[in-house]
């Protein structure tokens, strides 16, 4: 007697109403990522109190451990726009195949940062600056960072598993577990409570090391418990090139733009070093600061995502522009929001860093200059998440190389010849102003030419992918 086989009844996300949908993914994600923000301003606040050269440091290393998160969240972002769109597809086979490529490049990513860890580590401080101090406390931190990464990588691909089949509360869980390890074990690793050694910087270190684990270790189990729309096989570790290769279309843009990023900030602490070592505190307050405004967004988008890829698959256009319009509307609602903080406190969020009289003379029109940038920033994230979504990456990537290293840079450096430290901050507002202008361009361009393509094709489901033009 032949055994009938259930195909899984089709997900949420191409039936629920978008604004449900999309509110009922995103809210765990954003409140995952508040933690995630809490944690990283956490440790900042107690790295300050070791002494400010320690906070500079830390400051320094930043653009460091923005890139590695960078090459974990952009092939993230593959296997998740990838994943989801398989599923869009009901091809539950490629599905899985998919999440156990991403599981691979996640192993690969850390050996390779495991040996800039154990290599790298000095020559990158010393290129930024030669205050010896300040150089072995970077050092310290960074290469525990860089040595212990494997647990960074796992939880991030194993959350953008969860993200991809719409199981956002579970990839909160594991965000949540390891912000609480690490906001309760920096301060009793830093200054040596409960009988634990005195641990200074790497005590910080640690604590961010040791709540990654956990959260990947978390991430594992409730992929293999929970999540029944993929299974998680050893024999599709190996790899597929096809797949790869899909995947890299989309993750290589994302990664370089994070990358582009990371320079910026690097070029940018050369320049305000060249003011005083103050000014580049300063800046790193601001992107511990600004994290509460932008990780918000990010959860938004992580939630926007997986959907517009899913409907995408299942041929949805307007499940799809009307996902995106009310990203749009929440973005920059919270954009607004944080612009509104940063422009009445800015003194009462800088003494959480024991600011110096010096730091928040440097430090409050800092914030209320670069803040400014809010107003553009929620439509611009945005705009280029939906273009990475359709598979047209090369827009994303265009995007943020002109707003971050061909305007921002740039202006930054011109202005700095001014010798008026406050007119370097100018620079933020006058690149998103420009990156505005594009990101309209280039999103109409994308939806259209997606459009196009599932009107003429007249079938529920996609099975192409558009090429990055």
Not at 101 to 126: C, H, K, N
Not at 186 to 205: K, Q, S, Y
Not at 209 to 224: E, S, W
Not at 312 to 337: D, F, H, Q
Request: aromatic residues 10%.
């Amino acid at each position: 007697m032949s055994k009938t086989v259930e195909l899984p009844q089709e997900n949420k996300m191409g039936i629920m109403p978008e604004n449900k949908l999309l509110l009922s993914m995103a809210i765990p994600m954003m409140l995952s990522m508040l933690v995630q923000a809490l944690y990283n301003i956490v440790d900042s606040i107690f790295v300050a109190q070791i002494e400010e050269n320690a906070l500079t440091a830390v400051s320094l290393a930043f653009p460091m451990q923005n890139l590695l998160i960078a090459v974990g969240v952009g092939f993230g972002v593959g296997v998740n726009a990838l994943l989801s769109r398989f599923l869009g597809e009901r091809n539950f086979e490629q599905a899985n195949r998919t999440a156990m490529q991403g599981v691979l490049l996640a192993i690969a990513s850390y050996v390779l940062v495991l040996l800039i860890g154990l290599f790298g580590t000095e020559l990158y401080m010393r290129s930024q600056i030669n205050i010896p101090e300040i150089i072995d406390y970077g050092v310290t931190y960074l290469r525990i960072c860089c040595i212990w990464s494997f647990g960074m990588f796992g939880q991030i691909i194993f959350e953008r598993l969860l993200q991809s089949t719409g199981r956002t509360t579970l990839a909160m869980a594991t965000q949540l577990i390891g912000a609480i390890i690490n906001i309760i074990m920096d301060p009793i690793l830093i200054f040596g409570w409960l009988g634990f050694p005195e641990m200074g910087i790497a005590g910080a270190a640690i604590a961010t090391v040791l709540g990654q684990i956990v959260g990947a270790g978390m991430g594992l189990l409730l992929n293999i418990k929970f999540n029944k729309e993929i299974h998680l096989r050893l024999r599709d570790l190996l790899p597929d090139r096809t797949l790869l290769g899909r995947i890299m279309k989309i993750s290589i843009p994302s990664i370089i733009m994070s990358a582009i990023s990371s320079v910026m900030t690097f070029i940018m602490n050369i320049i305000l070093v060249g003011f005083t070592e103050t000014a580049a505190a300063v800046f790193g307050i601001y992107f511990k600061l600004q994290s509460f405004v932008f990780m918000p967004v990010f959860g938004l988008n992580n939630a926007m995502v997986p959907i517009i890829a899913y409907n995408y698959g299942a041929g949805k256009p307007e499940r799809m522009r009307k996902t995106m319009k009310l990203s749009m509307m929440y973005a920059v609602l919270i954009m607004l929001l944080g612009l509104a903080v940063f422009q009445i406190i800015p003194e009462k969020l800088l003494l959480f860093f024991d600011a110096s009289p010096h730091l928040l003379e440097i430090g409050v029109p800092a914030l209320r200059i670069i803040s400014l940038s809010f107003i553009f920033a929620g439509y611009c994230i945005i705009s280029s998440s939906t273009c990475q979504a359709l598979g047209y990456s090369m827009y994303s990537l265009w995007l943020s190389l002109l707003r971050q290293l061909v305007v921002l840079v740039p202006a930054a450096y011109l202005l700095s010849l001014t010798g008026v430290l406050r007119n370097v901050w100018l620079s933020f507002p006058i690149a998103e102003i420009v990156s505005v202008i594009i990101a309209t361009i280039f999103i109409r361009r994308a939806l259209k030419k997606v459009e196009t393509e599932l009107h003429m094709l007249s079938i529920p489901t996609m099975k192409t992918v558009p090429s990055d033009k």
